[in-house]
């Protein structure tokens, strides 16, 4: 019987797996995630902001897993060895494939940039998440006692897909934290410190300004132009003059990082030919050397024929990818031929808060406000049932399109 190794039980890892326990075909399937649950990457902005727990984010692999095909274990990747065919993790296991399936998703990125990893908060996981709201909630009581301004500012570094939709979050929970510090909700200072002018390049400028613009309105700060130099102790330091090199300093207790992400630092350890954790593959996923080497969402980088660039990670492309390595082993396993990957966007939406959104369309159509709001929560229970099934989206689906 044929072994195959799913790594990661994110969208990807988990709708391969969806697609090779339907198809009833003679071999065994081991899925192996460092956590025993699945979490919807796209929501981590509102578990750190506090408007979502962190339960309604996420539900048990086991829910997912059909234990006449597949076996769950719960460990980390430490290395792929592509010639024994072998995956060593961390419990001291070793397992054999015939098949694998990278799907091992992101890490936080910091660019070279000093002080990241000491100074900011990342926001790449649950317990970062958790982590982030644990802190500002800690900065709130804290200003109770000490009356330090400091204590109530935040500051989120990088203004691209994730930055704006955190930036949303928090100023949705501005009003909460104000009560926890016993100050006016205005008192709560929410700043964004990016180095571009041009934000959210995968929408037209007009509806990325749009959202920035809202965002102004309810008193969110843009320092935009501002490449980060330095992150030191409560304290951004970025460029203000590009030809003199002049800095200036921003001040808080709370600086979150999300600049950027790059894929597992396995992709790395394990030798592939990769760039920030990504690695180019071919027109059906695979690797160009390992032909039963599928690698797929962050850890993969597919070229877009239309921006001759790669297409950006996100949880809609990776789902689609995992359905494609699925169906392309399968064909191997009759000895037909694979199938090479192709996307058609339904569209790219931004919430900025619960009730507000703004995005585009498959189509080209703009779409902003409550309407994009209630499309975005659409695009979230869709990822549920392609993950998860109709058991974890009744449990865990965004039904409140009407608040």
Known sequence: MKEIVILGGGYAGLRALKFLQGSKGGFHITLVDRNDYHYEATDLHEVAAGTQPAEKILYPIEDVVDPDVTTFVQASVEKID??????????????????????????????GISGVDENS??????????????HIVSQMEDYKETHNPDDLKIVVCGAGFTGIELLGALNENRASFAEIAGVAPERIEIYVVEAVTRLLPMMPEELADYG????????????????????????????????????????????????????????DESGFSARRGRMMVDSDLRDPEYRNVYLVGDCSAVMDPESNRPYPTTAQISLVMG?????????????????????????????????????????????KGYLASALKKIIMDKSLMETGGSKELFAKGRFDLYH
């Not at 010639?83 to 910091?110: C, H, M, P, W």
């Open 82 to 111: 592509r010639d024994k065919q072998e995956v060593s993790l961390d419990n001291g296991e070793t397992l054999s494939y015939d098949y694998v399936i990278v799907a091992l998703g992101f890490r936080s990125e910091s660019f």
């Open 121 to 134: 908060l990342p926001m790449v996981d649950v317990k970062t998440a958790i982590a982030v709201h644990d």
């Open 212 to 267: 920035v613009a809202k965002l102004e309105s309810w008193g969110i700060k843009f320092l935009t132009g501002k490449p980060i130099k330095a992150i030191k102790p409560q304290t951004v330091v970025y460029q203000t003059n590009a030809e003199t090199g002049d800095t200036d300093e921003l001040t808080a207790n709370t600086i979150i990082w999300t600049t950027g992400v790059s894929g597992s630092k396995v992709i």
């Open 323 to 367: 359905e494609l390595a699925a169906k392309n082993i399968l064909a191997q396993l009759s000895g037909r031929e694979t199938g090479d990957f192709t996307y058609d966007s339904l569209g790219t939406v931004a919430s900025i808060g619960n009730t507000s959104a703004f995005g585009i369309l498959g189509n080209g159509k703009s779409v």
